[in-house]
């Protein structure tokens, strides 16, 4: 006999129980039946299923029918109640928005070799002009880069983050997300190295702060639903921008696997900042209702803040 008739024959002479078993449910899946009988094993009550004409047939003494049949009522009532997870949304890349993000990425980079080093210069994001009231510094910091590598480095991770921020939040609301993110990171970045010198370009603080967006919103949708609450559930958003982070944003490792004591010019502090404003913006535009089905006019006027915020800065340092 094979292991699935044994299944389907389980309650065969030898395990028929020494009272006449009487019957509280019929259910098509095993998983379904085997739940229900978790009620009658909380009351410590003996169970059978049997598979009866494609059924599972739960069964229980005669004398506890009526108590676990109220108790299968109300397990069923809290089912029903319980609330389910929102199924997950379409991954819907707008394509052209993101191949234009990119090609202003390469623009800024172009303007950047023919603009006069001072205004450059008054563009980086330095530790000590920036808490000294130079506040557009954390803004154009994010539009300038180290050489073309640089660029194309951060290019490639923006492939990934814009097209995962613009699916989940929409065009505007993930731009004015990243950048402010981005800024915010930056900033506080400068606070981290009070009296050191210190300043840093390139728009990965920002990239690091759009995949904090994404673990910020799907914490706060976790948070949300009480029934998915449990600690694992609510460490993996975190933990996976972390694993990111360490991937991607830390100074690598050597040919041993070993991590590297000097990153050179990797900014890791800047990467682990933007992250971490991500996640908070991220639960903010989560409260916000802020998602890619957001009205035409709502995410025009998300894109627009990101625009002009970034003109005024430049036209601050430009001063």
Not at 79 to 96: H, N, Q, V
Not at 230 to 238: A, E, S
Request: proline share 5%.
């Amino acid at each position: 006999m094979t292991n699935k008739n044994k299944m389907e024959n389980r309650m065969n002479d030898e395990e028929l129980p020494s009272v006449l078993p009487a019957e509280v449910g019929r259910y098509r899946r095993l998983k379904t039946a085997r739940e229900r009988g978790l009620v009658a094993a909380a009351m410590e009550l003996p169970h059978w299923i049997e598979r009866q004409e494609g059924m599972y047939v739960l069964f229980v003494e005669v004398e506890a029918r009526e108590r676990v049949a109220a108790g299968l009522v109300e397990f069923e009532k809290e089912e029903r109640e319980r609330p389910r997870l929102r199924p997950p949304e379409p991954l819907e890349i707008p394509k052209l928005a993101l191949v234009a993000t990119l090609a202003v990425m390469a623009l800024c980079y172009r303007l950047q070799t023919v603009m006069p080093p001072a205004l450059m210069e008054r563009g980086v994001a330095a530790d000590g002009p920036i808490l000294s009231g130079e506040w557009w510094r954390v803004f154009t910091a994010l539009t300038l880069h180290g050489g073309i590598e640089h660029l194309v480095s951060n290019i490639s991770l923006g492939v990934f983050a814009f097209a995962f921020v613009f699916s989940r939040f929409g065009v505007g609301a993930g731009l004015l997300g990243t950048l402010l993110g981005g800024a915010l990171g930056n900033l506080l970045n400068a606070f981290a190295h009070v009296g050191k010198p210190h300043q840093s370009i390139g728009s990965s603080t920002a990239l690091f702060a759009s995949l904090g967006l994404l673990a910020g919103a799907d914490l706060a949708a976790r948070m949300l639903h009480r029934s998915g609450r449990t600690g694992w559930q609510l460490i993996v958003p975190i933990g996976a921008g972390f694993a990111f982070l360490a991937l991607f944003g830390g100074g690598g490792s050597n040919h041993d696997g070993t991590p590297m004591k000097d990153p050179g010019n990797v900014d890791v502090m800047a990467h682990l900042f933007g992250l971490a404003a991500g996640i908070a913006l991220g639960g903010v535009f989560f409260a916000l209702g802020m998602r890619r089905g957001a009205s035409t006019w709502t995410q025009a006027a998300f894109g627009g803040a990101a625009i002009g915020l970034l003109t005024v800065a430049w036209l601050a340092a430009a001063r």
